[in-house]
């Protein structure tokens, strides 16, 4: 299985793990097939056009670029600390800005978005605590926070727990790949299951929760149908898709 998938991680890092973000080899984009689904949702509850939706770790634009005509008559800024993935980024977004969810936090006022992406990122951060009260602060009051992330408890890993190996999108180095399958080291160091996330967002300030799931596109093309229809039991399905509001 293919786990080539994490959107740009190099928002909110240490500084070990710089200078593996800024490798250009380290893949940036996602699945349009999550991005798509992650913007529907998004449109159907933006209240009023022109919101200013922030893409909080847009890596290489891919995500926003498959989500733009989706939020059409919205304002789409991507935000990345990575100067490769903002570079890869310019070409397929309208404006782009370089910020850090640690360090200062993003260069952004008190309440001023609409709705944040933040997609794939979670995984990759040291401080996802504090992550999260930053996206919390730039957000107005119900405000929307879309997160999607890789599922701890996706059907194949559960499969591949009892089989005693390592569950695909986890990983124990960053010089190489451990018993798991795939061939890419993508920097993950934190993964959750649909209830973990659930309480993770409410216990940050969030509120209204929902949970949905989305396929993965590294599963191999014979357990497609199978990945995409455990999409509708999120708890297994590939990828967790999470909206909630800023309470």
Do not use: K
Not at 37 to 52: E, F, K, N, T
Not at 65 to 80: C, E, N, Q, S
């Amino acid at each position: 299985m293919n786990v080539e998938q994490p959107e740009a991680p190099g928002v909110g890092t240490s500084a070990g793990l710089r200078d593996f973000y800024e490798n250009p080899a380290v893949p940036v984009a996602s699945g349009d097939a999550r991005s798509r689904r992650q913007a529907r949702l998004l449109a159907g509850v933006l209240d009023r056009p022109g919101a200013l939706v922030l893409d909080v770790g847009c890596g290489d634009g891919t995500a926003a670029a498959t989500a733009g005509p989706v939020l059409a008559g919205h304002r789409i800024v991507g935000v990345d600390w990575s100067q490769d993935a903002l570079r890869r980024a310019r070409p397929r977004m309208s404006a782009v800005v370089r910020g850090e969810l640690d360090d200062g936090g993003l260069p952004f006022a008190d309440g001023c978005a609409d709705a944040v992406l933040f997609s794939e990122v979670v995984e990759h951060l040291v401080d996802p605590d504090g992550a999260l009260d930053e996206l919390r602060r730039v957000l107005r009051p119900g405000g929307h926070l879309m997160l999607s992330t890789p599922n701890l408890a996706a059907w194949y890993n559960r499969a591949m727990l009892l089989a005693g190996r390592q569950p695909v999108f986890s990983e124990v180095s960053l010089r190489g790949i451990h018993g798991r399958p795939g061939t890419e080291v993508v920097g993950h160091l934190r993964l959750f299951t649909a209830r973990a996330l659930r309480s993770f967002l409410t216990s940050a300030g969030f509120e209204d929760v929902r949970i949905s799931g989305a396929p993965f596109h590294g599963v191999p093309r014979g357990l497609r149908l199978v990945d995409r229809a455990a999409c509708a039991v999120p708890s297994a399905a590939s990828i967790l898709l999470a909206h909630a509001r800023r309470r």
